[in-house]
């Protein structure tokens, strides 16, 4: 057995001796969903892992942001004065309203910390390193509203960081789009709706409009554009004419650059159904867009490889479903892997089902097995510089083609 093949031993080793308190982690995190920065308990229950971990980890809590952190190990092997390879896992942990972890993000949690767990293991008693190696988990908090890790990537979280690795819980491979969410604000004049409705400008009346218009652009859209909304306000009761309307639409193309056209088509839909009620309108983009995922050929092979050899079977038509993450941004800046796993579940992302299912003991084989495949592919990147160099050139030509 090479040292490379001793080192994925090894690691896979590392994370079975830790299942039950990764288990417990993720469980933990499961049982109270908190939102979009307000991941506080999620945020301590994970700093308190890595401090206790073994205490060779150094953890900064409440890293640039509130409710992020950042765990650090290392750096090993290599020679004195080489620069330090720093591979980075990430963790997400917010929740949705209502319906829970109904993405799985206390899996992602989970996947995070256990791959570093994982890779530690490979790594700890290795001299031979070709270049000296740094284990780095951040906590990016705010995915599914705010977009933390493009705050973070504003903070600098991500400038000493060379590769990064992160899984996310989904029925099989799945497309992450570009997406920009809008507010879209109606001011209209409050009236009697029965006795003076002429005095009023029904700002309902636009919302409505607005709504219909881009349910209307929709057929002139191409296929793998995605525009979707709701009014979020629509009044405060029957007999009184609206002054005040609200909705939220979340725009999503393929690349980043079709994102200016879509805005532009939507942005015409809103004010064409102000002009025709006599509304005011106004339209803010309250978050920052997310980039579409990067692809890092060289990492995706050498995941699907290691998958294979854990008995993950890779489907050969990705399923047809399309979201949009804030990794996309850093796969822009980092070359970085954002596979997928099955959960032992047939029900969809942002379910009660599959928020039970992410909670579930039964996930655990699948999500541990994960981790040990990313992993792995980082002990193939780490311990050959070809394949290192492969990595950043395919990093390199995925940026080129996108700014054509």
């Not at 972890?101 to 290795?126: M, R």
């Not at 270049?131 to 705010?146: N, R």
């Not at 349910?215 to 306000?233: A, F, M, N, T």
């Not at 532009?264 to 025709?276: G, Q, S």
């Amino acid at each position: 057995m090479d040292k490379r093949q001793q080192m994925k031993e090894s690691l896979q080793l590392g994370i079975d001796r830790r299942k039950d308190q990764l288990y417990s982690l993720s469980r933990d995190i499961w049982s109270r969903p908190e939102l979009a920065g307000d991941e506080t308990y999620a945020h301590d229950r994970l700093v308190h892992f890595f401090s206790q971990e073994d205490q060779t980890w150094t953890v900064q809590s409440h890293y640039k942001l509130p409710t992020a952190f950042r765990a650090s190990w290392g750096p090993v092997g290599g020679g004195e004065g080489d620069p330090v390879l720093n591979v980075a896992f990430l963790c997400e942990y917010d929740a949705l309203p209502g319906i829970g972890h109904a993405c799985g993000h206390n899996l992602i949690a989970e996947v995070g910390a256990a791959a570093a767990v994982g890779l530690k293991a490979a790594l700890e008693n290795q001299t031979e390193l070709p270049v000296p190696v740094k284990i780095t988990v951040l906590g990016t908090p705010a995915e599914e509203a705010i977009g933390g890790k493009i705050d973070l990537i504003k903070e600098g979280a991500f400038a000493d960081v060379d590769l990064v690795f992160m899984a996310h819980p989904a029925q099989q491979d799945t497309p992450f789009l570009p997406c920009v969410a809008v507010s879209v604000k109606y001011l209209g004049k409050a009236s009697h709706a029965s006795a003076y409705p002429w005095e009023g400008v029904n700002a309902l009346d636009a919302a409505v409009l607005a709504y219909n218009n881009i349910s209307v652009l929709r057929q002139q859209l191409k296929p793998e554009w995605r525009l979707h909304g709701i009014i979020i306000h629509g009044g405060v009761k029957p007999n009184i004419i609206p002054a005040y309307t609200e909705l939220q639409f979340y725009l999503r193309t393929p690349l980043v650059k079709d994102l200016c056209d879509l805005k532009a088509k939507a942005e015409a839909c809103f004010r064409a159904a102000a002009v025709a009620t006599g509304c005011q309108v106004e339209i803010t983009y309250p978050s920052h867009a997310y980039y579409n995922i990067l692809p890092n050929a060289a990492l995706a092979n050498l995941y699907e490889h290691n998958g294979k050899a854990l008995g993950i079977e890779f489907p050969e038509q990705p399923a047809n479903f399309s979201g949009s993450t804030d990794f996309g941004n850093v796969s822009f800046i980092v070359p970085g892997i954002h596979p997928f796993f099955y959960i032992c579940t047939d029900a969809f992302n942002h379910t009660e089902e599959y928020a039970d299912a992410a909670g579930a003991e039964k996930a655990q084989l699948f999500t541990l097995r994960t981790a040990k495949t990313l992993a792995m592919t980082a002990v193939d990147v780490v311990c050959c510089p070809d394949l290192l160099r492969q990595v950043r050139e395919d990093f390199s030509l995925a940026k080129r083609k996108q700014e054509k």
